[in-house]
């Protein structure tokens, strides 16, 4: 079923969100959400899953394949690598993403890196602990009158630190600190515009 309105010529996309974490991840694009921009062009429908990246890109290849997706919709995987201990089936999970064309919006060690870089360039090798510690200094994830409007800002941040990791040949898993989120944010983007 189509859900475009008579009359008019715009799309709803929705873009599905398969995330873990306890309730960073979430409350972060349920903010984005409430975006005045977005309401009409994207809207982010959020599955919180077992904090397992494998299982995480399984429900996603399901959900993209399943009734009820439109053209326009898009699914992503949000997920962390972990440090000092990685997740077990990272690579497996990355690998089965690609294959089936499922999006994957990863952070290195964790989400809090994500976070981070809408206020500091993030450059120090962390644990997952330490970068948790270290966004303890800003608002809840929920705040979206202080991430929003930085959202650009976080961007280049983390662009900057994947072209820093390129230059030193640093590949993933090993690219701490590290956040491909702003894949998604561009991908949004790019609708709002269109």
């Known amino acids: 079923m189509s859900r475009r309105k008579p009359g008019n010529r715009s799309i709803k996309t929705f873009i599905h969100l398969c ?3 306890q309730a960073t991840e ?14 009409n062009k994207v809207t982010f429908k959020i ?5 397992d990246p494998l299982q995480l890109v399984e429900e996603a290849k399901a959900l993209a394949m399943g009734p009820g997706m439109d053209e326009t919709d898009q699914v992503w995987c949000v997920f962390d690598v972990e440090y000092p201990i990685r997740h077990g089936r990272l ?17 290195n ?11 500091q360039k993030v450059t120090k090798h962390m644990s997952s602990e330490a970068a948790k510690k ?13 991430y ?16 820093l990791h390129m230059q030193n040949d640093k590949r993933f898993p090993d690219n701490n600190p ?12 790019k609708i709002l515009v269109a």
């Open 148 to 163: 929003s409007p930085l959202l650009e800002v976080a961007v280049s941040n983390a662009r900057e630190m994947e072209k």
């Open 19 to 21: 995330v873990e974490g």
């Open 26 to 39: 979430k409350e972060y694009f349920e903010a984005l959400n409430s975006e005045p921009r977005m309401r």
């Open 134 to 146: 270290m966004q303890k200094g800003n608002p809840p994830s929920s705040q979206r009158d202080f």
């Open 91 to 107: 690579m497996e999970a990355v690998e089965l993403a690609r294959k089936a064309g499922i999006n994957t919006a990863v952070s």
């Open 109 to 119: 060690p964790a989400f809090e890196v994500w976070l981070l870089f809408h206020t």
């Open 178 to 189: 590290s956040s491909s989120v702003f894949k998604l944010i561009e991908a949004v983007e």
């Open 47 to 51: 599955r919180k899953v077992e904090p």
